[in-house]
């Protein structure tokens, strides 16, 4: 496909996918949005040392060739004030994988969330979040080590589908009539009304991924979590297809929390992924109390939403939370926090989360041991306490260095 602004790199090839997996070349052509804010300072920094990290780790023999795409501000700079160019969207399709920087939403009128239309236009279904801690990164919990989660949010549903109604506009009294006159439903007068749609479709499709991550990383449990003592038959259904999908595509590798005491004695057969289910508002206190426990959450899209920043909080913070949004093949990983307009151009910031974010990518692609590497040379230069404004203030003896000059540490440790 011929595109308009996007320069698609010469020397690069397209990933694609065969036989339900991606074919991978050893030069391929990633896209990157660069973001707003702070976007150019952590995307330069990040992108050196996932560059270094690949010549390293392959001595030459595979390289990265990458594509800017355009959204948010730099977008409407180069579109004539559109933030979201459909080539951006043709591009990340035909391209499969890339990875963004934050965006701002322009306020006013235009596009709710720039992030919530890349997913529902291109269907990114899965907000994957690992979460993890790394050795020397100041946390407010006493065992932060404990905390090694991955949650699994449903990115298209949920309220997050954008289905409400605003009090006192003419579908607002005509959704409100047709509930009460029809349906029996009892509320408020001037209630703003909004409509939480959970499929059995977008709850499997979730799920399946969830647990063949499992599979794939050899973790011991999904655990689907939902409010469905309240919300039956939205949170409460998400719980039953979860546990439905488990026993119709993976029965012979997955077990339920009851059948591990019923049928095993408490003790996990080798091979064998536990499917179990919590409260939502529950799961917030395990998390702290009992880490442990959980390898994998598998969550409605609000639930998920607040978990992402909850055990993040325990590891660090979402500066160095990584995520990304994944359909059956098209990725696109991103820095999970804000603009931090503030810091613009001031060489100032963490881009751990961004960081991170590359390492899942270079991870999708197979590339696991350049993955490592960013891994191990990052806490590296955390335990030498060479770090950032945001952690300097917290470390004991820190060196508080520049955003580009943190990625040479990195670098140096590599």
């Known amino acids: 496909m ?26 391929p052509v990633l896209a990157f949005i660069e973001g707003d804010g702070i976007g150019y300072d952590i995307m330069t920094a990040s992108k050196r040392i996932w560059d270094a990290a690949v010549q390293a780790a392959y001595g030459g023999q595979r390289k990265v060739s990458w594509m800017e795409i355009y959204a948010g501000e730099k977008a409407a700079k180069t579109y004539d004030g559109n933030y979201m160019p459909e080539e951006t969207f043709d591009a990340i399709q035909e391209f499969i994988v890339g990875i963004k920087g934050p965006l701002t939403t322009p306020v006013g009128g235009g596009f709710r969330s720039l992030n919530v239309t890349l997913r529902q236009v291109l269907d990114l279904y899965a907000c994957v979040r690992p979460v993890r801690w790394y050795k020397g990164v100041p946390s407010p919990v006493k065992e932060p080590q404990n ?36 349906m029996g439903a009892n509320f408020w007068e001037g209630a703003g009304i909004g409509i939480k749609p959970i499929s059995a479709f977008g709850t499997k499709r979730l799920v399946r991924k969830a647990i063949q991550y499992a599979l794939d990383r050899g973790l011991d449990s999904v655990t689907l979590v939902h409010k469905g003592n309240i919300q039956k038959f939205t949170e409460g259904a998400f719980r039953k297809w979860g546990y439905e999908l488990a026993k119709e595509e993976f029965g012979d590798v997955t077990i339920t929390e009851d059948e591990l005491w019923s049928e095993y004695d408490g003790h996990q057969p080798e091979g064998k992924v536990v499917i179990k289910d919590r409260i939502a508002d529950i799961i917030f206190q395990l998390a702290l109390l009992r880490p442990k426990e959980f390898s994998i959450l598998a969550c409605p899209n609000l639930n998920g939403d607040y978990l992402s920043d909850a055990l993040a909080a325990q590891v660090g913070g979402v500066g160095i939370a990584p995520g990304a949004n994944i359909a059956d093949y098209v990725a696109l990983f991103e820095a999970t926090h804000g603009t931090a307009p503030k810091y613009t151009n001031l ?35 955390i335990e030498q306490k ?29």
């Open 2 to 27: 011929a595109f308009d602004k996007i320069v698609v790199p010469q020397d690069g090839e397209k990933i694609t996918v065969e036989n339900d997996k991606l074919k991978v070349p050893d030069n």
């Open 147 to 182: 905390v090694n989660m991955v949650i699994f949010r449903e990115n298209t549903e949920d309220v997050y589908a954008g289905i409400e109604y605003e009090a006192g506009t003419p579908e607002n009294a005509k959704l409100a009539d047709f509930l009460r006159d029809e």
């Open 347 to 381: 060489d100032k910031v963490n881009p751990g989360s961004l960081l991170f974010s590359g390492v899942m990518m270079l991870e999708y692609i197979g590339w696991k041991e350049a993955a490592q590497m960013v891994q191990d040379a990052y806490e590296k230069t």
């Open 386 to 414: 060479i770090v950032t404004y945001d952690f300097a203030r917290q470390t004991e003896g820190a060196k508080e260095v520049k955003t580009s000059e943190f990625a040479s540490a990195v670098i140096s440790n590599l």
